[in-house]
């Protein structure tokens, strides 16, 4: 997992700081946008052609990670 999230840059210069797929101007939200979309991981790659198949599995990685956060209820 960790060498699949090493893909994943983010650089305040570049795309407003957001992250990234490998210092490429390909936003991770991007890739994610087009597998809502229904796009399979090749078409992606086909789509894009800068990214290699794992570059996706990245892309979903991170997102799982972001949105694996602990929840505090107030009591």
Same mark, same amino acid.
């Given at each position: 997992?960790? @060498?699949?999230? !090493?893909?994943?840059?983010? @650089?305040?210069?570049? &795309?407003?700081? !957001?992250?990234?797929?490998?210092? &490429? !101007?390909? !936003?991770?939200?991007?890739?994610?946008?087009?597998?809502?979309?229904?796009?399979?991981?090749? @078409?992606?790659? %086909? %789509?894009?052609?800068?990214? %290699?198949?794992?570059?996706?599995?990245?892309?979903?990685?991170?997102?799982?990670?972001?949105?694996?956060?602990?929840?505090?209820?107030? @009591?």
């Amino acid at each position: 997992m960790d @060498e699949l999230l !090493r893909r994943i840059t983010s @650089e305040p210069g570049k &795309l407003g700081g !957001r992250p990234c797929i490998r210092g &490429l !101007r390909i !936003r991770v939200v991007d890739v994610l946008d087009l597998l809502s979309a229904g796009l399979s991981h090749a @078409e992606i790659v %086909e %789509e894009l052609p800068d990214l %290699e198949p794992d570059d996706v599995k990245a892309a979903l990685a991170f997102a799982a990670r972001q949105v694996d956060h602990p929840l505090i209820a107030a @009591e």
